[in-house]
């Protein structure tokens, strides 16, 4: 049996050899729909690039890393199916590990996948020292996806816009008739990145006086200590927009103990939309990230590396939307 | 500086150093204080074994791989801090492939992990075909962990006691006076463990007309769907256990829906004990599979393995507990 070619991917997809090419070159220019016809023909027949091979030296383990921030938070699954289905059409390999197991046994995060001489690294989620990451980057091609931290020279950045994020939710509560708005706000880049959109939305409205800012540790204990002390007080807010979804599920349960019903006496809105958000049980209106797109954003910036090494580190944003589902209504 | 010996560790944990020893062989004779002074004085000093480090032959990469079943359902978290701890503590590595991508893109879920030369793999969860795992087995040590299915030959297998977990819940809803009890049964060797172990519970309480059982495929929408369709019917279960937490999300979901209380006029059970489950907002009670134990146990069968390879397969069962949250109360 002869190794299907790029004509055999083409053919079944009914699409040109071009198209195929900028499809696994990952290409911005092509519509979804042919794109996922492509990709799913590639795979169908087993496809694999001898172009990407040849261009990895034999030396090469065609194998990339991936370092997860914390596999408990698992708002990162949707980017690593975008970064897989990009990668494996180039005839890579994709292998993880989990940054907060390592850290605890005092290792270094990224050890386990560079003393396996992974091809490149992709750090998904904030990591508490990205400037080591300086040193990796002078011999492989590191991409951060998902976190909006200060790189090192060289390491290119794929996120979401969370300024853009904020600020729909900001307006689709304000657009609700809420004027008391609560922010449960995080830390390091995302956490500042997503506040200040938020204070500024509420500016642009007129609403800087009845903006209430605390700040959490973006874990569901802390979006739920942070809460009861929120609705505990005077002038209680009628909408929470909490920094991330675990924390806004933290703020559901506050709101329970506390006898309030969401969305009817309180609005509830999160971030990330992960796996949680969606469950019927919790239905938290959130802000999908497109991390299936930031994952197949950051693909590309590997691949482009793979192919002509150095230069300058690059930031990407990815396109936020609101997921608007049963946790936000009307102000009372 | 010079490196820190067995004895360092020791007298840092304040203990005897064969104690260390043994702790570091992974025993179960050692009590769980004893243990964690053990593992931290040994983190703490940045102790690497160089015994266990010589047993390994300069051509081993020291890198366990690890192939997840699906990132999507969090259960594993607390089996992979267990395995990780005891690796660490012994100088190896530990690298994740997630099976469900690989199988998506039409790998070999296994492939990543083995192209980079693996000393060992632990395959968490349950897959399609673990027969598969055979020849790999005759290479490199091979742990099923998580699951139960039948195991190649020379392949160990290290999971939770179902048929006990499954007895458990099912004596606490009789003992909270629920006659008439649903199950909602999965699939595989963990599915029909439980179910028949709780069908076998309710028999010896003269239960077994009152029993209903409805299979699922263990995902939130299909435990929402058969439950819906379990309430609508006449004479209404008062309480469902469950196959797995991700099921009993979907319980809590259609009993929302149709406008009953949890626990007051349904009783709900799941099993796993989640991250979600211990969700304040979902507060389940659940099986807890004392995961951590089962990854320890899972190290040491590889540890014992790469110091004397082959012999038979052994399964070992850890001893699960019942985690009673709110989603349980006497019947209605």
């Not at 509560?173 to 708005?181: K, N, S």
């Not at 919790?282 to 230069?311: I, K, M, Q």
């Amino acid at each position: 049996m002869r190794q299907p070619t790029i004509r055999d991917v083409a053919e079944r997809a009914g699409v040109s050899k071009s198209l195929v090419s900028l499809v696994l070159r990952g290409s911005d220019q092509v519509r979804p729909e042919k794109r996922d016809a492509v990709l799913r023909a590639a795979q169908e027949l087993g496809y694999r690039p001898n172009a990407a091979a040849r261009s990895l030296s034999e030396q090469r383990t065609r194998t990339v890393g991936v370092l997860l921030n914390d596999l408990r938070n698992p708002w990162f699954v949707d980017l690593l199916d975008g970064l897989n289905s990009l990668l494996h059409a180039n005839g890579l390999h994709m292998l993880l590990a989990d940054a907060r197991l390592n850290r605890r046994t005092g290792q270094d995060p990224a050890d386990p996948l560079l003393d396996l001489r992974v091809d490149g690294l992709v750090v998904v989620g904030t990591l508490p020292d990205p400037a080591a990451l300086g040193a990796v980057a002078e011999r492989i091609p590191v991409v951060l996806a998902g976190s909006r931290e200060p790189a090192p020279p060289g390491v290119d950045v794929v996120a979401g816009d969370d300024e853009r994020g904020a600020r729909l939710v900001t307006e689709h509560l304000i657009g609700l008739g809420h004027r008391r708005i609560a922010h449960i706000a995080g830390y390091g880049a995302v956490g500042e990145l997503r506040r200040g959109s938020f204070e500024a939305a509420m500016r642009r409205h007129g609403l800087a006086e009845r903006a209430v800012v605390e700040p959490s540790d973006m874990t569901e204990e802390g979006g739920y200590r942070t809460t009861v002390r929120l609705l505990s007080g005077t002038e209680r807010p009628t909408a929470v927009f909490a920094v991330n979804d675990m924390a806004a599920i933290g703020v559901l349960s506050a709101a329970e103990e506390l006898g309030l019903r969401v969305p009817r006496d309180l609005s509830v809105v999160g971030y990330d939309n992960t796996s949680i958000a969606r469950l019927r049980h919790v239905w938290l209106t959130t802000v999908d990230n497109t991390s299936h797109e930031v994952g197949r954003r950051a693909a590309r910036c590997l691949l482009e590396r793979f192919e002509g090494p150095g230069g300058a580190g690059r930031t990407q944003l990815a396109t936020p939307t609101l997921e608007i589902r049963g946790s936000t209504a009307p102000a009372p």
